[in-house]
């Protein structure tokens, strides 16, 4: 089990369960509270993108299918009966999986959540500046953006006047 400690002050695995616990809401809140924690922020997105959709399909199948006067109203309670267990489904057996502390990830939108924690994670907020002289005699400014994955190659900004850079190239 994971016993690290977060922004919070919780162990990562009890905060993993709680991006769970009110589906999307605590999966928000946690998005917005825990900065530095890249197990929690995955679960807390995994949370957000896996029960939002869900809730907001709850509400508009039965409004659609359910304007087909008696059969519509049948299919309505059956896709909503469906729903409602996939939902609780994964709801338990994504709490059980974060709180062992696994970083279990659903089908398509584990690889969603992956993916924007690495876009938040990445970019200026984390990068570090370092200066170095270039051939020319003008200042290069090198930015090294750190990913959850990897950390991209340098890539230079050149600054012709002292203070202004002229050229950003992110990373690819």
């Known amino acids: ?5 977060t922004a919070l002050g919780m162990n990562e695995n009890v905060e993993g369960l709680l991006c769970y616990v009110l589906g999307f809401i605590t999966g928000i809140v946690f998005l917005v509270l825990e900065k530095e924690n890249k197990f929690v922020r995955f679960h807390a997105m995994q949370s957000v993108a ?16 359910g304007m087909i006067p ?7 309670g059956v896709v909503s009966t469906l729903i409602t267990l996939l939902g609780l489904i994964l709801w338990l057996l994504l709490m059980y999986k974060a709180f ?10 584990g690889d ?9 994670n990445g970019g200026i907020r ?11 005699g003008h200042i290069t400014r090198c930015m090294r953006f750190a990913t959850l994955t990897q950390i991209a190659p340098l890539r230079s900004a050149t600054s012709h006047t002292p203070g202004t ?6 990373p690819p």
Request: charge should be positive; aromatic fraction near 10%; charged fraction near 15%.
């Open 50 to 65: 896996t029960f939002l959709p869900l809730f907001v399909i709850s509400f508009v199948i039965p409004i659609v299918v």
């Open 126 to 136: 984390n990068s570090a500046v370092a200066s170095q002289p270039c051939p020319s």
């Open 70 to 76: 008696f059969i519509g109203w049948a299919i309505s």
């Open 1 to 5: 089990m994971g016993n690290n400690k």
């Open 165 to 170: 850079l002229t050229e950003i190239r992110p």
């Open 100 to 109: 062992k502390g696994e970083r279990f990830k659903l089908p398509v939108v």
């Open 112 to 120: 969603f959540a992956e993916k924007q924690i690495s876009k938040q």
